[in-house]
């Protein structure tokens, strides 16, 4: 018997005993067999689907309701601990993730990922074909106006032995799908970038913006160099000497 049979079982004993004195009351003041029998018949029922009902919502986690008010990603998947994980590291945390076949309610969702996107389906999809029913399901969300975002194109893995030509072929098609809206899955920006060298370059900017920051802390006592100063004011980058 799990906590919550054993916190209604134990409801019920307790309301049990209050009918049982509810009982005795009426008799005890001399209420006619017919007019109490028919008020306690209609607490007998309600009772044990009001208790139902106390029990579920005191033993339902905390958490469950936060869970649900979370931004909703629905994943063109199965789930997985291993993608799971993933998800949370490449979206970040603070979603609620919908797999392939769970209950959702479309309204709902911010956005669609799909976990990995083979060189055949890059193909079919950059000519509009979808041979496939997950490629019939990322087409008919592109067709309504929707954003897919890939977590893994496989030909990426090849990178370093295909042939530059045909490598190249699935770049292009690469390029193709994100005019349709399949791109790359976008990894949250961090809040600042930290900066512990000295000295400040224009590079050190380039590649704090190249993050999506807008903030690099660097060390109090740091050189700042002019092309770095103006890299950051072209690039909206805020130094903080704060380390």
């Known amino acids: 018997?799990?906590?919550?049979?054993?916190?209604?079982?134990?409801?019920?004993?307790?309301?049990?005993?209050?009918?049982?004195?509810?009982?005795?009351?009426?008799?005890?003041?001399?209420?006619a067999q017919g007019a109490h029998s028919g008020m306690l018949q209609p607490i007998s029922q309600a009772l044990p689907q009001a208790t139902q009902s106390v029990v579920t919502q005191t033993t339902t986690p905390a958490h469950a309701d936060a869970a649900n008010s979370l931004p909703v990603v629905q994943v063109l998947g199965s789930r997985s601990q291993g993608l799971a994980a993933r998800l949370a590291q490449v979206l970040g945390a603070g979603y609620q993730w919908v797999f392939q076949g769970e209950a959702h309610t479309e309204n709902t969702v911010q956005r669609y990922v799909l976990p990995t996107l083979s060189c055949s389906s890059l193909a079919a999809l950059a000519t509009g074909q979808?041979?496939?029913?997950?490629?019939?399901?990322?087409?008919?969300?592109?067709?309504?106006?929707?954003?897919?975002?890939?977590?893994?194109f496989e030909h990426h893995s090849f990178r370093a032995t295909a042939p530059a030509a045909l490598y190249g072929l699935y770049t292009a098609h690469e390029a193709a799908v994100a005019e349709f809206g399949l791109c790359p899955a976008r990894t949250p920006a961090p809040e600042e970038i930290l900066h512990t060298d000295r000295l400040v370059t224009e590079a050190d900017v380039t590649k704090a913006h190249a993050?999506?920051?807008?903030?690099?802390?660097?060390?109090?006592?740091?050189?700042?160099?002019?092309?770095?100063?103006?890299?950051?004011?072209?690039?909206?980058?805020?130094?903080?000497?704060?380390?």
């Not at 496939?132 to 929707?146: F, I, M, N």
């Not at 999506?212 to 740091?222: E, I, R, S």
């Open 1 to 31: 018997m799990d906590m919550q049979d054993r916190i209604l079982k134990a409801a019920q004993e307790v309301l049990a005993q209050l009918q049982a004195q509810v009982a005795q009351h009426v008799a005890a003041h001399s209420v």
């Open 130 to 152: 979808a041979p496939t029913p997950q490629d019939e399901a990322v087409l008919a969300l592109l067709l309504r106006g929707k954003v897919v975002e890939v977590l893994e």
């Open 211 to 243: 993050s999506g920051t807008t903030t690099l802390a660097v060390l109090k006592q740091a050189i700042v160099t002019p092309l770095a100063a103006d890299a950051a004011a072209q690039r909206g980058i805020t130094i903080v000497k704060r380390l």
